[in-house]
T-cell receptor
Framework: NAGVTQTPKFQVLKTGQSMTLQCAQDMNHNSMYWYRQDPGMGLRLIYYSASEGTTDKGEVPNGYNVSRLNKREFSLRLESAAPSQTSVYFC?????????????????FGPGTRLTVL | KQEVTQIPAALSVPEGENLVLNCSFTDSAIYNLQWFRQDPGKGLTSLLLIQSSQREQTSGRLNASLDKSSGRSTLYIAASQPGDSATYLCAVLYSGGGADGLTFGKGTHLIIQP
């Protein structure tokens, strides 16, 4: 199993250009998430999808759109890129489960996409 | 709003030492706390997950504890090795409603000197 895969690994855009970041998971999980990681800010949630056909905003959704294409794929689109969107983007897919200790959510991350907007 | 703080921000120790990384969070309404390792330019690797009713989890030389009432977790690394050099991230999943994602600390950058 590949787990969570992301494409591309690196991308350089000019201000105003658009692009789509792709994410796929082969773990048969219902949920998928997009985070961004910035120096000094940690990782922050952009959008998430609790199940196929549903999406919701996270902490920093402005400037982004998402599509949950099917259970495996969750894409993140920048319609008009800005330098403030220079970041490392991570896709994650959590496993929701229950044990004798209660409900848990263990998240598995992709390798990331390093995006620079000039 | 849930906030997660990690102390120290950076740590450099000689090989072989035992060390403790600290994480604190402001709201005890959590499903679980997860410790990750991140190597430079790489993604996040899950190390340990502690559910809200658990006190600790162990994996090899790693031991993570959770004290939900005080909002604290520690990651103990025994007999540190140069290969342990990485950034360690602590994250909690809030169970009190709202956006369904992890809240991360900013990490502890760890260097193990050979």
């Amino acid at each position: 199993n590949a787990g969570v895969t992301q494409t591309p690994k690196f991308q350089v855009l000019k201000t105003g250009q658009s692009m789509t970041l792709q994410c796929a998971q082969d773990m048969n999980h219902n949920s998928m998430y997009w985070y961004r990681q910035d120096p000094g800010m940690g990782l922050r949630l952009i959008y998430y999808s609790a199940s196929e056909g549903t999406t919701d905003k996270g902490e920093v959704p402005n400037g982004y759109n998402v599509s949950r294409l099917n259970k495996r794929e969750f894409s993140l689109r920048l319609e008009s890129a800005a330098p403030s969107q220079t970041s490392v983007y991570f896709c994650a897919s959590p496993k929701w489960g229950t044990s004798g200790e209660g409900t848990y959510n263990e998240q598995f991350f992709g390798p990331g996409t390093r995006l620079t907007v000039l | 709003k849930q906030e997660v703080t990690q102390i120290p921000a950076a740590l450099s120790v000689p090989e072989g030492e035992n060390l403790v990384l600290n994480c604190s969070f402001t709201d005890s309404a959590i499903y679980n706390l997860q410790w990750f390792r991140q190597d430079p330019g790489k993604g996040l690797t899950s190390l340990l997950l502690i559910q809200s009713s658990q006190r600790e989890q162990t994996s090899g030389r790693l031991n993570a504890s959770l004290d939900k009432s005080s909002g604290r977790s520690t990651l103990y690394i025994a007999a540190s090795q140069p290969g342990d050099s990485a950034t360690y991230l602590c994250a909690v999943l809030y169970s009190g409603g709202g956006a369904d994602g992890l809240t991360f600390g900013k990490g502890t950058h760890l260097i193990i000197q050979p």
